[in-house]
């Protein structure tokens, strides 16, 4: 099985920075692509930042410039370094990977179980 296990949530005031870390373990051939999702209370979830695993990476507007996603293939491992946090940035943040190959012709989604970042004074 493969598992996606995030870290680096916590509570944050305005314009404060926290990076997000999201490994991944398992039996994996490779990814091809992860990233951070968010899921803020009463909305839905909606894409932040995603990778491919040649270093391509894609951002919602609303965090453009504040956040810069990064990967460690060898460690398959995806972060998200979050800058200038706003309050409307507040919600739990769940890693994704996409095109998980586990095997020949066999590859899964995973998702993480999330972590909760706050930005509050």
């Known amino acids: 099985q493969v598992q996606l296990v995030e870290s680096g949530g916590g509570l944050v005031q305005p314009g404060g920075s926290l990076r997000l870390s999201c490994a991944a373990s398992?039996?994996?051939?490779?990814?091809?692509?992860m990233g951070w999702y968010r899921q803020a209370p009463g909305k839905e979830r909606e894409l932040v930042a995603a990778?491919?695993?040649?270093?391509?990476?894609n951002y919602a507007d609303s965090v453009k410039g504040r956040f810069t996603i990064s990967r460690d293939n060898a460690k398959n491992t995806v972060y998200l370094q979050m800058n200038s946090l706003k309050p409307e940035d507040t919600a739990v943040y769940y890693c994704?990977?996409?095109?998980?190959?586990?095997?020949?012709?066999?590859?899964?989604?995973?998702w993480g179980q999330g972590t909760l970042v706050t930005v509050s004074s």
């Open positions: 398992g039996n994996i051939f490779s990814i091809n692509a």
């Open positions: 994704n990977a996409k095109n998980v190959i586990v095997g020949p012709w066999k590859s899964v989604e995973v």
């Open positions: 990778i491919i695993s040649g270093s391509s990476a």
